[in-house]
């Protein structure tokens, strides 16, 4: 006869930035395209950055996607996402799929949010240095500048 299972050891909590992913993203020749978030997610779903790849072009997230009932891992461009701030997770799920993270602490965590706010505005505002936005546009720059109705 077979007893219960034994039930999983409790993960321990982990600092982890979160995140929106932007409402909508320009994409094509010259940005003049507009897309609803990214392939993944839908435009500001939250994300859990648990790590930063290549000089912080990219991060490692785990987050709800589009299309799957549960939570995912992937990677995305830091351009794609705004919002960072430093939060202690305890669900299960994300930290079964994350692992890891990168961030010792509070203190650390808040530090690399600030460096990553920064550096995703330098790579949106840097993808298309000599094009005009298309008109409208509903890139996050232009919806933050745009005053509320």
Request: glycine share 8%; net charge positive; hydrophobic share 35%.
């Amino acid at each position: 006869m077979t007893g219960p299972a034994d039930p999983e050891e409790p993960l321990e909590p982990l600092w982890m930035l979160a995140a929106n992913v932007v409402l909508w993203r320009r994409y094509g020749e010259g940005g003049q395209g507009q897309r609803p978030g990214t392939k993944m997610f839908k435009g500001g779903s939250k994300v859990y950055l648990h790590d930063r790849v290549s000089s912080a072009e990219e991060c490692q997230v785990v987050g709800r996607p589009r299309d799957y009932p549960g939570y995912r891992g992937a990677y995305v461009a830091t351009r794609h996402l705004h919002g960072f701030r430093a939060t202690l997770v305890r669900s299960p799920a994300v930290l079964r799929i994350a692992g890891f993270s990168r961030f010792r602490d509070e203190a650390d965590a808040r530090e690399m949010a600030v460096f990553l706010e920064r550096r995703a505005w330098e790579l949106r505002s840097c993808a298309w240095p000599h094009w005009p936005h298309p008109e409208p546009c509903h890139c996050h720059e232009c919806l933050a500048l745009r005053p509320h109705r």
